[in-house]
């Protein structure tokens, strides 16, 4: 089974940059999407940005010229760098991925346990 560990989060002040990652594992020979999501306090879990494998990516109107998605096929990695970052970002980041090719057939990912970004103003 597809397993994903999101790392990176953490207390940051309005403006300031931060870089998460999602390392996915379990036999992995290739991804179709990897997608990032965000829950703030209190809300639904929504999009931020994916990715899929010719590298076309989609944002959240919310973030777009302010975050970027990334991805390191070779590692099996999907980051997303935040930058000028706002309290509104405050939020567990998750990661999810889609059309999974394992060495047992195709999955989909399950959510990992997510990374906390805190933005004060």
């Known amino acids: 089974q597809v397993q994903l560990v999101e790392s990176g989060g953490r207390v940051m002040q309005a403006g300031g940059s931060l870089r998460l990652s999602c390392e996915a594992s379990g036999s992995i020979l290739s991804m179709n999407v990897m997608a990032w999501y965000r829950q703030p306090p209190g809300n639904q879990r929504e999009l931020v940005a994916s990715?899929?494998?010719?590298?076309?990516?989609n944002y959240a109107d919310s973030v777009k010229g302010r975050f970027t998605i990334s991805r390191d096929n070779a590692k099996n990695t999907v980051h997303l760098q935040m930058n000028s970052l706002k309290p509104e970002d405050t939020a567990v980041y998750y990661c999810?991925?889609?059309?999974?090719?394992?060495?047992?057939?195709?999955?989909?990912?399950?959510w990992g346990q997510g990374t906390q970004v805190t933005v004060s103003s």
């Open positions: 990715m899929n494998s010719d590298g076309v990516t």
């Open positions: 999810r991925a889609w059309g999974v090719h394992t060495t047992k057939g195709y999955e989909d990912s399950d």
